[in-house]
C-alpha cells in the first residue's frame, strides 16, 4: 500500500479540474489578490502569478492606486483594479466579489489604517454571503487578523499561513499565554490545533515542516519535503496564491476525496498525531498539497542556483513541478 504522503497527493489529483476543449474561461478558478501598495507590488504579483501557473483561468489584483501601475507592469495576464485605498471601497469591491471563486488577503498589503479598515469592511462582506468563499490570509493580512482575531472567527473557509513568529503573536492574542511559554513549547502541532480549534479557522503554520491543522479535524498533518536553505523573499507569497486556488478545488470537488490508511516509513508527511485519515480535510489536503509544490519548486531551482536564487526563478519552476506531481504521466 502506497505511502500517507502518496496517498494525500493522489487525493489531491482527484480535485484537480480536467483541461477539456469545450470548457470556458474562467471554469477552472477566478481569484482575487488583495494587497499592494506603494512600497510592496512584488508581493502581490507572486501570488497572483503562482495562482495563474497553478491553474487559476483569471487573477484579479485589488490595490492601492500607487501600485497600480507597477503591478501592471509585470504581466498583463494580471487584472488590476487599484482600489484598496478608496473611499468607496466596499460598494467598489463588492461589483466585483460574485465573479470570484477565492480570495488571497495580505501580500504587499501593508499597514496603512485606512487600508487595513476597508480590509476589515471586506472581510464583513464576506461573512455575510450566503456561501462562505475560500479565503487564505497572509503577510500582513495576519497582523490585522492579530489585532482583531474575532473578524475572522468562525470562518471556517479560510485558512490563515502564519511564519511562526506571526504564528506565536496570534497565538499569544487569542490564548493569553505568553510568547516565552509558546517558545517553550516543543510540540508545535498541538499549538496549531488549539488555535484552529479556539478560532474556527484552518491553519498553516509555516516552518522547518509545514503544519497543518483544521478546526473539523483533531489530527494536525505536517509537510517535511525538504525544500530550500535560501529564504530570499517572496516564497510565502508564491504559497498562498498557489494555494487559493487549491483550495477552491478541493472545496468545490470535496465529494472526490477518498483517502485508504497506510503506515509507512521514510515518508514526509509527519503520522505521529494521524488516527483517521478520513476526516482529512479539504483544506489540510490542499495545504498539504501546495506545501510539497512549493517545497519540491524551490528544492529543484535551488539544486540549480543555490545562493543566487529568487523568487522570480522559482515562479518559473511552479508549473513544471506541478506537472510532474500532479497531472497523469504517459
Known amino acids: 500500500?502506497?505511502?500517507?504522503?502518496?496517498?494525500?497527493?493522489?487525493?489531491?489529483?482527484?480535485?484537480?479540474?480536467?483541461?477539456?476543449?469545450?470548457?470556458?474561461?474562467?471554469?477552472?478558478?477566478?481569484?482575487?489578490?488583495?494587497?499592494?501598495?506603494?512600497?510592496?507590488?512584488?508581493?502581490?504579483?507572486?501570488?497572483?502569478?503562482?495562482?495563474?501557473?497553478?491553474?487559476?483561468?483569471?487573477?484579479?489584483?485589488?490595490?492601492?492606486?500607487?501600485?497600480?501601475?507597477?503591478?501592471?507592469?509585470?504581466?498583463?495576464?494580471?487584472?488590476?483594479?487599484?482600489?484598496?485605498?478608496?473611499?468607496?471601497?466596499?460598494?467598489?469591491?463588492?461589483?466585483?466579489?460574485?465573479?470570484?471563486?477565492?480570495?488571497?488577503?495580505?501580500?504587499?498589503?501593508?499597514?496603512?489604517?485606512?487600508?487595513?479598515?476597508?480590509?476589515?469592511?471586506?472581510?464583513?462582506?464576506?461573512?455575510?454571503?450566503?456561501?462562505?468563499?475560500?479565503?487564505?490570509?497572509?503577510?500582513?493580512?495576519?497582523?490585522?487578523?492579530?489585532?482583531?482575531?474575532?473578524?475572522?472567527?468562525?470562518?471556517?473557509?479560510?485558512?490563515?499561513?502564519?511564519?511562526?513568529?506571526?504564528f506565536e503573536r496570534l497565538y499569544e492574542k487569542v490564548t493569553g499565554v505568553k510568547s516565552e511559554e509558546i517558545k517553550q513549547e516543543t510540540d508545535k502541532k498541538k499549538l496549531a490545533q488549539k488555535l484552529a480549534e479556539t478560532l474556527r479557522v484552518n491553519i498553516l503554520m509555516k516552518g522547518r515542516v509545514d503544519t497543518i491543522s483544521s478546526p473539523n479535524n483533531q489530527t494536525p498533518i505536517q509537510c517535511a519535503i525538504e525544500g530550500s536553505p535560501r529564504r530570499c523573499g517572496g516564497q510565502g507569497d508564491l504559497l498562498s496564491g498557489a494555494l487559493a486556488i487549491s483550495y477552491y478545488w478541493a472545496l468545490k470537488n470535496r465529494d472526490n476525496i477518498q483517502y485508504q490508511s497506510s503506515n509507512s516509513e521514510n515518508s514526509p508527511i509527519n503520522t505521529e498525531y494521524i488516527n483517521d485519515y478520513s476526516k482529512i480535510t479539504p483544506a489540510q489536503i490542499a495545504a498539504y498539497a501546495t506545501s510539497t509544490l512549493i517545497r519540491t519548486s524551490s528544492q529543484t531551482v535551488f539544486k540549480k542556483l543555490g545562493r543566487s536564487m529568487i523568487s522570480t526563478d522559482l515562479l518559473k519552476e511552479i508549473g513544471p513541478t506541478f506537472n510532474k506531481l500532479f497531472e497523469k504521466q504517459d
Not at 471554469?27 to 503562482?50: D, K, L, N, Q, W
Open 1 to 166: 500500500m502506497s505511502s500517507p504522503h502518496t496517498q494525500l497527493l493522489q487525493s489531491f489529483r482527484k480535485l484537480i479540474p480536467p483541461l477539456l476543449f469545450d470548457g470556458h474561461k474562467g471554469e477552472a478558478g477566478r481569484i482575487g489578490v488583495v494587497g499592494g501598495s506603494e512600497e510592496y507590488t512584488g508581493a502581490p504579483t507572486f501570488a497572483g502569478m503562482t495562482a495563474l501557473r497553478t491553474g487559476a483561468d483569471i487573477v484579479h489584483i485589488f490595490c492601492a492606486k500607487n501600485a497600480a501601475i507597477p503591478i501592471k507592469s509585470f504581466s498583463p495576464d494580471l487584472i488590476v483594479h487599484p482600489l484598496l485605498d478608496s473611499k468607496s471601497f466596499s460598494d467598489d469591491i463588492g461589483k466585483w466579489l460574485p465573479r470570484l471563486h477565492a480570495v488571497v488577503i495580505g501580500p504587499g498589503l501593508g499597514r496603512d489604517e485606512n487600508i487595513l479598515s476597508n480590509v476589515e469592511q471586506l472581510i464583513g462582506i464576506l461573512r455575510k454571503q450566503d456561501k462562505q468563499i475560500p479565503l487564505v490570509i497572509d503577510a500582513d493580512g495576519l497582523f490585522l487578523i492579530t489585532e482583531k482575531p474575532h473578524i475572522i472567527n468562525s470562518y471556517e473557509n479560510c485558512i490563515l499561513t502564519p511564519n511562526i513568529a506571526e
